[in-house]
């Protein structure tokens, strides 16, 4: 197994999948492990269901119809105009970058279209993750909870040679999930991740992008320097 460095390092939101099943002792690791992810209170309130073979390949219908119709049944708001100038940049380049490995031109809205649903069947992945967490209050420190498990999870997926994407996406059919399963309305679905093993050879499993250095995120504040070991 990867040193944590590499694991966190490597991780990429692959866009590409082989068909290839996750054998179920494989998934059962992957799974135990993400289990031990932090929560407040250790409430552990997330409720993952995962969709394989027949079932999710209804989903995918499901979803794709809903899209096509312009359904949205989202149970939490997201829309990236909502994120300051930074942030917001950021996502044009990933977007840009992905359109980039898949040779689409920015003028070409029909392979646009067609590049954004692949989102709606998983790109390929033989497993998608929905993430469910009950309605708590005004649901955010659940939602820190569910974010929590799922990098526990993403992270996970590459220690056992596997690889995942987030996809918030997913989250926008919320009340298709909750028919397809059988699940209670206070359910609340925040976003998927599907699952498996990256097909390496398609360009959408190859490309990266980067990250602004911590410095940019992370400030320090303390009220005098830690002073040095006194040497004995």
């Known amino acids: 197994m ?8 490597t991780r990429r939101s692959v866009r590409q999948y082989l ?6 002792d494989v998934m059962t690791k992957v799974l135990d492990t993400a289990q031990y992810a932090p929560s407040n209170c250790n409430t552990q309130p997330w409720q993952v269901h995962i969709l394989s073979g ?9 979803i794709t119809d809903a899209y096509d119709a312009g359904v949205d049944t989202s149970d939490y708001s997201f829309a990236v105009a909502d994120y300051d100038a930074g942030c917001q940049a950021r996502a044009r380049a990933q977007g840009a970058a992905y359109y980039q490995a898949l040779g689409i031109s920015r003028d070409d809205t029909d392979r646009r ?4 649903k692949r989102n709606l069947s998983f790109f390929g992945a033989p497993h998608v ?17 569910i974010g929590m498990y799922a990098q526990t999870f993403l992270l996970s997926l590459v220690a056992h040679g596997l690889a995942g994407v987030p996809q918030t ?56 320097e830690t002073p040095e070991a006194e040497t004995l």
């Not at 279209?113 to 954004?116: A, F, P, R, S």
């Open 113 to 116: 279209q067609d590049g954004l």
């Open 169 to 224: 996406m997913l989250g926008s059919y919320a009340e298709q999930a909750r028919t397809l399963l059988g699940l209670p309305t206070d359910l609340k679905l925040l976003f998927g991740i599907s699952f498996g093993y990256s097909d390496t050879k398609h360009p959408a499993a190859q490309y990266n992008i980067g990250r602004i250095p911590y410095s940019q995120s992370v400030f320090h504040h303390c009220t005098q």
């Open 2 to 9: 990867a040193d944590f460095d590499t694991v966190v390092t």
């Open 54 to 62: 027949e079932v999710k390949d209804t989903f995918s219908r499901m």
């Open 129 to 145: 993750a929905l993430l469910f967490a009950p309605s708590v209050g005004d649901n955010v420190r659940v939602a820190a909870d």
């Open 19 to 24: 068909p290839t099943p996750v054998p179920r």
